[in-house]
């Protein structure tokens, strides 16, 4: 069974830094791209950031290049994404998901699914 | 940018309907198109992928087809269960990006 775990969410003030972690089981982690999705109180899903399976390729979304990165350690089966510079913009549930592919340069869907954790950037 | 353009925003249906719900993409997509259902507190669930593949477990009644840039998600015979919003998603090209959503309430 997939499981995806995520943590590291919490409360930040503006310009702070967070740093979320997915712990995952149940599948080959090397073998699939990984992806952070988020969705900001009462909104829609928002694509943030995604990863190949191996590490070597990464996306993010314009609203956050320059101030997320994504990460993966393939030996421990986490996923990551260190949050710089945060804004109150950035307030969300971020949702770490599993692609159904090992790269996400085309046909990039999102099949399972963690539970989220919350960030809040406010002072 | 692709945007992704869904319609309507909300509908209300009652158990045994037949809902469609449209998604349009601001270019071709090719058939590079993903549902996914959310209910109330849950994360996501992916429902359809490449316009019209049923993911494993979902079932028969819901169904996807289109190209290009318009697509549509139906389902037939509304079951209590089904009650949710819908999102749209295009895996064509980075930034992925999902639609505004679909909220299926019960009439």
């Known amino acids: 069974e997939v499981q995806l775990l995520e943590s590291g969410g919490g409360l930040v003030q503006p310009g702070g830094s967070l740093r979320l972690s997915c712990a995952a089981s149940g599948f080959t982690f090397s073998s699939y791209a990984m992806s952070w999705v988020r969705q900001a109180p009462g909104k829609g899903l928002e694509w943030v950031s995604a990863?190949?399976?191996?590490?070597?390729?990464?996306y993010s979304a314009d609203s956050v290049k320059g101030r997320f990165t994504i990460s993966r350690d393939n030996s421990k089966n986490i996923l990551y994404l260190q949050m710089n510079s945060l804004r109150a913009e950035d307030t969300a549930l971020y949702y770490c998901?599993?692609?159904?592919?090992?790269?996400?340069?085309?046909?990039?869907?999102?099949?399972?699914w963690g539970q989220g954790t919350l960030v809040t950037v406010s002072s | 940018d692709i945007q992704m353009t869904q319609s309507p925003s909300s509908l209300s249906a009652s158990v045994g309907d037949r809902v469609t719900i449209t998604c349009r993409a601001s270019q071709s997509i090719s058939t590079y198109l993903n549902w996914y259902q959310q209910k109330p507190g849950k994360a996501p669930k992916l429902l359809i992928y490449v316009t019209s593949r049923l993911q494993s477990g979902v079932p028969s009644r819901f169904s996807g087809s289109g190209s290009g840039t318009d697509f549509t998600l139906t389902i037939t015979s509304l079951q209590p269960e089904d009650f949710a919003t819908y999102y749209c998603?295009?895996?064509?090209?980075?930034?992925?990006?999902f639609g505004g959503g679909t909220k299926v309430e019960i009439k």
């Open positions: 998603q295009q895996s064509y090209s980075t930034p992925l990006t």
């Open positions: 998901a599993k692609v159904k592919t090992r790269n996400c340069g085309g046909d990039c869907n999102f099949e399972y």
């Open positions: 990863i190949s399976g191996s590490g070597g390729s990464t």
